[in-house]
T-cell receptor, first 114, second 108 residues
Framework: DTEVTQTPKHLVMGMTNKKSLKCEQH?????MYWYKQKAKKPPELMFV???????INESVPSRFSPECPNSSLLNLHLHALQPEDSALYLC?????????????FGPGTRLTVT | GQNIDQPTEMTATEGAIVQINCTYQ??????LFWYQQHAGEAPTFLSY??LDGLEEKGRFSSFLSRSKGYSYLLLKELQMKDSASYLC?????????WGAGTKLIIKP
């Protein structure tokens, strides 16, 4: 199984809503990532978890709150978002230890903030 | 600073060959990835080069010159399904630095 799954596929939320994005992988990868991708731009790294601990936070606003409840799951909790946060949110996973390990991406959640 | 340059868009004909170039100036360079991304989909891994030279994988080949800070992705026998964005990604200081991507348009 080389699949990373993400739910939901699409999400529309208001600026006062609280929602969560979910990501799951069963490849035994111990590194998991959240990326944000705007149209016609490359993915931007948001967070990295290594062995279920947050290892990189790329100065992401606190309205985005990641959580890694176990080695297979990664969540991104959203609260009080802004319209400019509308984007494709990608989850990825890889082996731990070196950045040359291939990252496997999920299909993404397309988020629209109204 | 960290910088990756690749053309914004290229057009090629079905059945032909196309070369997508990438130049990088990144510190702590370890190697270079190429990812393919179809519109509205997630990136998928194509190749990773750490040593100088050409690595061939079916219709796709990737080349690296560390001394010149240069890489290219070569696609042969182009098919319509190869229409996608191709992202050059530098593995630097144990982080990934993403290029803006080259949108490849294949015409019949």
């Amino acid at each position: 199984d080389t699949e990373v799954t993400q739910t939901p596929k699409h999400l529309v939320m208001g600026m006062t809503n609280k929602k969560s994005l979910k990501c799951e992988q069963h490849m035994g990868h111990r590194a998991m990532y959240w990326y944000k991708q705007k149209a016609k731009k490359p993915p931007e790294l948001m967070f990295v978890y290594s062995y279920e601990k947050l290892s990189i936070n790329e100065s992401v606003p606190s309205r985005f709150s990641p959580e890694c409840p176990n080695s297979s799951l990664l969540n991104l909790h959203l609260h009080a978002l802004q319209p400019e946060d509308s984007a494709l949110y990608l989850c990825a996973s890889s082996q731990v230890g070196r950045s040359d390990y291939e990252q496997y991406f999920g299909p993404g959640t397309r988020l629209t903030v109204t | 600073g960290q910088n990756i340059d690749q053309p914004t868009e290229m057009t090629a004909t079905e059945g032909a060959i196309v070369q997508i170039n990438c130049t990088y100036q990144t510190s702590g360079f370890n190697g270079l990835f190429w990812y393919q991304q179809h519109a509205g989909e997630a990136p998928t891994f194509l190749s990773y080069n750490v040593l100088d030279g050409l690595e061939e994988k079916g219709r796709f080949s990737s080349f690296l010159s560390r001394s010149k800070g240069y890489s290219y992705l070569l696609l042969k026998e182009l098919q319509m399904k190869d229409s996608a964005s191709y992202l050059c990604v530098s593995d630097s200081n144990y982080q990934l630095i993403w290029g803006a991507g080259t949108k490849l348009i294949i015409k019949p």
